[in-house]
């Protein structure tokens, strides 16, 4: 047994055990053979050299995180104590400022923060077309508008175009108020929000103004040929598969596109399949074209977020299991001779 005491004089200790104790909690949990105990502005860890010395190197990311950054979420504390692959570590060491992707409002830095999105940067840098595929929260669309951003700023591109399906998830469109603009809005709300953590109002405004920025239904992109454009399909899975390749069908020579979406989350009416599973399926193998599977690890919204999405696809493989075993029993009777 050895003890070890670990001083938190350099960060706020409100921060690094947070409200109620609740990462001290997650710290205890992740670590169940070691006694830990906070005083103050220290940590008293007791058990064998080896935990002592693996918690010791997780604590160590988190201070230095702190005392960068001033604050770290709960699912970033987590990601720390559970990540062992050298990119979860890399991501909270000292951070490049070549890393950054766009700085916002007030010297706010958008940067890729999993490695996934990591993953879809690169792909991005390397294709003209990439497909990102993942659940809710996975910051897919959050990404791709840096990027766009980005390519704008640099002057690589001259405008960027935003849309999205917009597809009657409960209510039609005509009978919900205002005029057309305003009655599509509403689904193109996360793209508004994603362009103001990155540029200032008065900027954003000019670029809608001045159609440097164009954020519009996918129906919209019909007929237009998209070129020296960054281009983003978002929520993808809620086209069809001639809207689709329709709007592949739309970039120039000069374009990027990201095509984002969730396959747990299509809002088509049951005689309409979604156009995303076919189009993954049949372009991920053309070169120039990149696909980006992100999954509950890459979960960058609230911690309960990423159980949420786990609880719901464990759920789902049980229907499928037990489908799977009714379809066979059922077959397995029709083969058997009437007596």
């Known amino acids: 047994m050895t003890d070890t005491i670990i001083n938190l004089e350099t960060v706020n ?13 997650i710290l205890k949990k992740k670590f169940p ?18 935990q002592i010395a693996t918690a010791r190197e997780k604590i160590a990311l ?15 504390f987590e990601q720390v104590l559970g990540g062992d692959d050298a990119e979860v570590i890399d991501h909270f060491m000292e951070k490049n400022p070549n890393e950054v992707l766009v700085f916002g409002p007030n010297g706010k830095s958008v940067r890729a ?19 990102a595929i993942g659940p809710a929260g996975t910051g897919k669309t959050y990404t791709a508008v840096a990027l766009a951003v980005r390519a704008l700023k640099n002057k690589q591109v001259k405008k960027i175009i935003l849309t999205r399906p917009a597809v009657e998830a409960g ?10 603009k305003e009655k599509i809005d509403p689904y193109l709300r996360p793209l508004y929000d994603a362009l103001d ?18 954020i519009a239904p996918l129906a919209y992109m019909r007929g237009r040929t998209l070129d020296n454009a960054y281009i983003i399909l978002d929520e993808a899975q809620n086209a069809t598969d001639l809207q689709l390749k329709m709007f592949l069908t739309r970039i120039g020579p000069s374009a990027k596109a990201i095509i984002t979406g969730d396959m747990t989350q299509v809002d088509l009416p049951r005689n309409q399949r979604s156009g995303l ?10 070169d120039g074209i990149a696909y980006i ?21 464990t759920e789902q493989e049980k229907e499928e299991l037990h489908r799977s075993q009714k379809n066979y029993k059922s077959a397995d009777k029709k083969e058997k001779p009437s007596s």
């Open 171 to 180: 209510e039609s469109l005509g009978f919900l108020p205002g005029d057309l």
């Open 277 to 286: 599973q076919l189009a993954t399926r049949i372009l991920q193998h053309i």
């Open 13 to 25: 200790p409100i921060e690094f055990f947070g409200v109620n104790n609740g990462k001290l909690d």
């Open 33 to 50: 053979l070691l006694k830990i105990l906070s005083r103050g502005t220290q940590l008293k860890l007791s058990g064998a050299p080896e």
């Open 62 to 76: 988190i201070i230095s995180y702190l005392e960068r950054n001033g604050h770290m979420s709960h699912n970033y």
């Open 293 to 313: 599977e992100l999954d509950e690890d890459d979960v960058v919204r609230h911690r309960l977020v990423k159980a949420i999405i786990k609880a719901y696809h």
């Open 197 to 214: 953590d990155m540029i200032p109002a008065d900027k954003l405004g000019y670029y809608m103004t001045t159609r440097t920025i164009e």
């Open 113 to 131: 923060r999993t490695a996934n999105q990591k993953k879809l940067v690169r792909e991005s840098e390397k294709n003209d077309i990439v497909f």
